[in-house]
């Protein structure tokens, strides 16, 4: 790992505030295809990553971006479950994962084997214009472009709700029998809204168990939630050997499409920015589209007609994914919000793939909203929350 303590260079192409997913990705994005590029990252933690896993279907990478991606992946499936009250459905779509651990280390990786490029952990890093930054230090930094991908903080948007979870690997006494992941098990009380739990089978006996809520609340009750995860475990035949590993999240939802992204530097990325699924918190096939334009376009104008285009598509599918946020938190009680999701996996394979990688098509949309209503839902406040 190459740190700004030992690199005398303050002058780069590109300065990464934040040291998450988006920034990482726009990182090994630019260092393939210009492995001499000038890329500094900063990074207020001790080390990069966070405490994370991302996931991800394969649809979401186009094929060109598989080998860049590949040796992030820590574990992958063939297909995944989910379940529902008296429904459940195989979804034959791989899927895969990336933890913060694997994420850092090759990112590192790079940077160490990059002569251009410079790490700097354990500071903050702040814009004071369109190409200077101002460590926390005092020290200042040059870029002829700055990306702030500093978290879902710096969001600014209504919120229709909040995705909330805690999250336990778990070290196993004996081999489980799951083969791939549970993404969505809804046959457990309806607590706080829409509640389910994400199982991933990491090994023959480590999974990590996430209680997730689609909530009107973003507060968490920690030492309640950890007793409900060992119970479900329990209840599905695991026995617990030791808790490796904790990861609690707060995703607010928005409700509205954000203003457009500002066609400039310094460019607001990641979550913070707006480039997130809003209806599901999902950030990876957003965060690799906008990483590989930076990367293309590095040589040339980032923020022309490319960028317009870019910016456009995803204004767009933002907003239909708003309008399903606005439906699901207004037109449901909490605890039938579950039917909307039963309903949403029983459309056709592709219909699901897409709407995960934000790529929704106008058929797609018309079968997300015609057809049965979900059970639970109120039609006078569906209608009023569509405008």
């Known amino acids: 790992m190459v740190n700004m303590n030992t690199h005398s260079t303050t002058r780069f192409d590109v300065a990464l505030l934040g040291g998450g997913l988006q920034n990482a990705l726009v990182a090994l994005c630019l260092l393939e295809r210009r492995p001499r590029a000038r890329i500094v990252m900063v990074e207020r933690e001790a080390r990069i990553g966070g405490n994370h896993t991302w996931s991800f279907h394969a649809g979401d990478v186009p094929e060109e971006a598989r080998p860049l991606i590949g040796p992030l992946v820590t574990s992958q499936w063939s297909c995944y479950d989910v379940a529902f009250p008296g429904s459940g459905r195989t979804i034959v779509e791989p899927y895969a994962s990336i933890t913060s651990e694997r994420l850092a280390s090759v990112v590192e990786e790079r940077f160490g084997a990059a002569p251009?490029?410079?790490?700097?952990?354990?500071?903050?890093?702040?814009?004071?214009?369109?190409?200077?930054?101002?460590?926390?230090?005092?020290?200042?930094?040059?870029?002829?472009?700055?990306?702030?991908?500093?978290?879902?903080?710096?969001?600014?948007?209504?919120?229709?709700?909040?995705?909330?979870?805690?999250?336990?690997?778990?070290?196993?006494?004996?081999?489980?029998?799951?083969?791939?992941?549970?993404?969505?098990?809804?046959?457990?009380?309806?607590?706080?809204?829409?509640?389910?739990?994400?199982?991933?089978?990491?090994?023959?006996?480590?999974?990590?168990?996430?209680?997730?809520?689609?909530?009107?609340?973003?507060?968490?009750?920690l030492p309640t939630l950890r007793r409900g995860i060992l119970s479900y475990t329990a209840s599905e035949g695991y026995v617990v050997a030791d808790i490796v590993r904790e990861e609690v999240g707060v995703l607010p939802l928005p409700a509205r499409c954000s203003p457009p992204p500002k066609g400039g530097s310094p460019l607001l990325a990641g979550y913070g920015g707006g480039f997130f699924h809003p209806a599901t918190g999902y950030s990876f096939p957003v965060a690799l589209r906008l990483a590989r334009h930076i990367a293309n376009a590095a040589d040339g104008d980032i923020f022309g007609p490319e960028w317009r285009r870019l910016v456009d598509e995803h204004r767009s599918q933002f907003r239909f994914a708003t309008l399903l946020n606005r439906m699901l938190f207004g037109a449901f009680l909490p605890e039938t919000r579950w039917g909307a999701l039963s309903r949403f996996y029983r459309l056709p394979q592709e219909t699901i793939r897409r709407f995960y990688s934000l790529e929704t098509t106008p058929g797609d949309r018309l079968r997300l909203l015609c057809g049965r209503p979900p059970r639970g839902i109120s039609i006078r406040a569906a209608i009023g929350a569509t405008t």
């Open 116 to 221: 251009g490029a410079a790490l700097f952990c354990g500071t903050e890093g702040e814009p004071v214009d369109a190409s200077t930054v101002r460590l926390a230090d005092g020290r200042t930094l040059q870029a002829g472009l700055i990306v702030d991908a500093r978290g879902p903080d710096r969001a600014v948007f209504d919120r229709a709700g909040y995705q909330k979870f805690v999250g336990l690997e778990l070290a196993l006494e004996k081999p489980h029998p799951r083969r791939h992941p549970m993404l969505m098990d809804a046959r457990v009380p309806q607590e706080d809204g829409f509640r389910f739990f994400y199982v991933l089978p990491l090994g023959e006996r480590r999974v990590l168990v996430e209680d997730t809520y689609f909530s009107d609340r973003r507060d968490l009750d």
